[in-house]
């Protein structure tokens, strides 16, 4: 046995997988390839494809030490496949085969199923990243740029990653599919991707901030649920994809976090105390935190979409099938197969809106999406602690699960970010309080201004408390060349 702790560099892809002794996968990814590559000089990163970029390269998956930090052009960089080490003692841990050994080989049964998990899973990846492909021109700093490009980079190798299951365990269908991924466009109007927030636009960093913030940690709750997955190449290579997805939700909490740090040093420094006195606030070239708050409410709303509906079918035979599991299934203390288990679900009954029990089982969507407003919640009191120490008075919060939604219970009425119900006049009449309005976004556009210095950033945000690779603060993150 090859040790799989090390990456093979000697193929043109570096793997941990032993590719070199497996011709027919090792061919069909080399066939992949030009092709991949055609879409991201097309699709990737507009304008920075010839500069230098200090990125972080998987060389290994030993946690403590699987990355490695250098200067490489974007279209040069070594998208690997790594799959965290198999343990040979694994087993199918919930649903009809529970106590199984963990399957190597995709079960016949489901491999329709099976391969509809990961096109949706790998359509999402290279989606993201031609949603911010224009987003490098106004970074707000080199260092800001990096960590754009650090993400974008990273969700190319999460395409890859899912491109290799497809060619090495679906054969000719597989192909296709692959194919498929890098057909698709975000926002396309006859062939756009798969999912909802995946067709919407990054217009700003801003938004990029609350994507990598709420929409990737749907990407960290989804994989958490893959990772437990029977099939054992798709539960190895998730895990793997979580170490890097950890770095994304950096990106967005703390891009978030040094956004309202800014406006919040601005305000007391300028002496306004009224978080809502939004002529002045604007005035000194920061974002008042009431649009924040706005911001938050879109792309929480958005990410909510990403889990399907409450109570799913879909859902239950994933996880009856033993192949998409709960987040933290093995800790979980129940049968893992749910045989006779409810589940509290929020429904819209005679108008209203309830906490009703349904089967566990139909019930997987919407506990994965509480887990996810659990961890959302943690990273929303860690930015209100930035505004509190400020001394200002103001506190972001998440709205309801009923606001804004287009998939789900929800998805046929308006509602209040506290849940109250509204018409479709009074909707229209108070959209604009609730979320982005068009001056809100021309607002924001003007404050998107470029400042590629080294160690300078953009009025509207605050310096890192540290640098990338602990890196001094006027570090030269990206040496532009444009092209
Ligand atoms: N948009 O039973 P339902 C990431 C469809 S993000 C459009 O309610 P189900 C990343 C659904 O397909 C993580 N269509 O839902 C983040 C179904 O269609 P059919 C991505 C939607 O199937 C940032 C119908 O509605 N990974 O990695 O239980 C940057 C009824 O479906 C949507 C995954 O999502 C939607 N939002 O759950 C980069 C994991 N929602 O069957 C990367 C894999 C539902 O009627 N996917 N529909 O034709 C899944 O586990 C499930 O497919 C979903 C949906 C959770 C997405
Ligand atoms: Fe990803
Ligand atoms: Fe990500």
């Known amino acids: 046995m090859p040790d799989t702790t090390l990456v093979d560099y000697s193929t043109k892809i570096p793997n941990n997988v032993d590719l070199a002794s497996d011709d027919?996968?090792?061919?069909?990814?080399?066939?992949?390839?030009?092709?991949?590559?055609?879409?991201?000089?097309?699709?990737?990163?507009?304008?920075?494809?010839?500069?230098?970029?200090?990125?972080?390269?998987?060389?290994?998956?030993?946690?403590?030490?699987?990355?490695?930090?250098?200067?490489?052009?974007?279209?040069?960089?070594?998208?690997?496949?790594?799959?965290?080490?198999?343990?040979?003692?694994?087993l199918v841990n919930f649903g009809a085969h529970k106590g199984e050994k963990a399957w190597q080989d995709v079960p016949g049964e489901y491999r329709a199923m099976l391969r509809r998990l990961i096109v949706i899973q790998g359509d999402t990846e290279p989606a993201s990243v031609e949603q911010q492909r224009h987003l490098g021109k106004t970074a707000p700093s080199l260092?800001?740029?990096?960590?754009?490009?650090?993400?974008?980079?990273?969700?190319?190798?999460?395409?890859?990653?899912?491109?290799?299951?497809?060619?090495?365990?679906?054969?000719?269908?597989?192909?296709?599919?692959?194919?498929?991924?890098?057909?698709?466009?975000?926002?396309?109007?006859?062939?756009?991707?798969?999912?909802?927030?995946?067709?919407?636009?990054?217009?700003?960093?801003l938004s990029f901030f609350m994507f990598t913030f709420f929409t990737d940690r749907d990407g960290k709750m989804q994989l958490e649920s893959l990772a437990q997955s029977g099939f054992d190449p798709m539960s190895r290579t998730c895990r793997f994809m979580l170490t890097e997805e950890a770095h994304h939700m950096f990106v967005g909490e703390t891009g978030v976090g040094r956004a309202i740090e800014r406006t919040c040093e601005a305000m007391k420094a300028a002496g306004i105390e009224d978080p809502f006195d939004l002529v002045r606030i604007r005035a000194l070239g920061v974002i008042d935190l009431p649009?924040?708050?706005?911001?938050?409410?879109?792309?929480?709303?958005?990410?909510?979409?990403?889990?399907?509906?409450?109570?799913?079918?879909?859902?239950a035979n994933f996880f009856n099938a033993g192949l998409k599991g709960r987040f933290m299934e093995t800790r979980i203390e129940d049968d893992h197969q749910l045989t006779s288990a409810t589940y509290p679900v929020l429904k819209l009954v005679d108008g209203d809106i309830r906490t009703v029990e349904e089967p566990a089982l139909t019930a997987i969507n919407m506990r994965l999406r509480d887990d996810?407003?659990?961890?959302?919640?943690?990273?929303?009191?860690?930015?209100?602690?930035?505004?509190?120490?400020?001394?200002?008075?103001?506190?972001?919060?998440?709205p309801s699960v009923a606001f804004n939604r287009h998939i789900g219970e929800f998805k046929g009425i308006h509602a209040t970010p506290d849940g109250k119900l509204l018409n479709d006049q009074q909707w229209a009449a108070m959209r604009d309080q609730w979320l982005p309005?068009?001056?809100?976004?021309?607002?924001?556009?003007?404050?998107?201004?470029?400042?590629?210095?080294?160690?300078?950033f953009a009025s509207w945000i605050s310096a890192p408390k540290v640098g990338i690779d602990q890196k001094a603060g006027d570090f030269e993150y990206v040496k532009i060349h444009r092209g």
Not at 381 to 390: F, G, H, Q
Not at 437 to 456: E, H, N, T, V, Y
Request: proline residues 4%; glycine residues 8%; charged residues 30%.
């Open 24 to 90: 027919r996968v090792l061919k069909a990814l080399e066939q992949w390839h030009p092709g991949y590559i055609d879409w991201w000089m097309a699709m990737g990163p507009d304008g920075f494809q010839s500069s230098d970029v200090y990125l972080r390269t998987a060389v290994s998956i030993d946690p403590k030490g699987w990355a490695k930090f250098d200067y490489v052009k974007m279209p040069e960089y070594r998208w690997g496949i790594l799959l965290a080490p198999r343990d040979e003692e694994r």
């Open 143 to 205: 260092y800001d740029m990096r960590n754009l490009f650090q993400v974008n980079v990273e969700e190319g190798r999460h395409l890859w990653a899912m491109v290799y299951l497809l060619h090495k365990y679906f054969g000719r269908d597989g192909r296709e599919e692959a194919d498929g991924l890098l057909q698709r466009r975000s926002g396309d109007a006859d062939k756009p991707r798969m999912l909802g927030a995946f067709n919407e636009e990054t217009p700003d960093w």
């Open 291 to 315: 649009t924040i708050q706005k911001k938050a409410n879109l792309h929480y709303s958005l990410s909510l979409d990403l889990f399907g509906s409450e109570v799913s079918t879909n859902a």
């Open 372 to 398: 996810y407003t659990k961890d959302c919640q943690g990273g929303v009191s860690r930015w209100n602690r930035i505004i509190e120490k400020a001394g200002i008075k103001f506190q972001l919060t998440l």
């Open 437 to 456: 309005s068009k001056a809100d976004g021309d607002f924001i556009a003007s404050l998107m201004q470029p400042c590629w210095d080294r160690g300078k």
